[in-house]
């Protein structure tokens, strides 16, 4: 099985700046996708970033120059670094990888979730 953990979150203040990471863990193969996602108080979980093994990356619009996605491969990590947070940035963020892993002699694909890690931005 794989596992996502993530950390880095709290609280801060507006204008502020927190780091979250996300790491894999498991007989991982190899990790194409990673992504984090956010869900805020009563609304529908959205995608924030997303960055392919090839080097590609995509933001929200919401979070484009304020927000930066990165992964260390070696490390099966991913990264968020945000700054200039806003309140409407409060959410819950979760990490995501679409991840190739070993199941004995077998190599299996999964859609992995984190956990989510709290970010409350707040005066």
């Known amino acids: 099985q794989v596992t996502l953990v993530e950390s880095g979150g709290g609280l801060v203040q507006p204008g502020g700046s927190l780091r979250l990471s996300c790491a894999a863990s498991?007989?991982?193969?190899?990790?194409?996708?990673m992504a984090w996602y956010r869900q805020a108080p009563g609304k529908e979980r959205e995608l924030v970033a997303v960055?392919?093994?090839?080097?590609?990356?995509n933001y929200a619009d919401s979070v484009k120059g304020r927000f930066t996605i990165s992964r260390d491969n070696a490390k099966n990590t991913v990264y968020l670094e945000m700054n200039s947070l806003k309140p409407e940035d409060t959410a819950v963020y979760y990490c995501?990888?679409?991840?190739?892993?070993?199941?004995?002699?077998?190599?299996?694909?999964?859609?992995?979730w984190g956990q989510g890690t709290q970010v409350t931005v707040s005066s």
């Open positions: 995501n990888a679409d991840v190739k892993f070993y199941d004995g002699n077998y190599l299996r694909r999964n859609d992995c």
């Open positions: 498991g007989s991982i193969f190899s990790i194409n996708v």
């Open positions: 960055i392919i093994n090839g080097g590609s990356i």
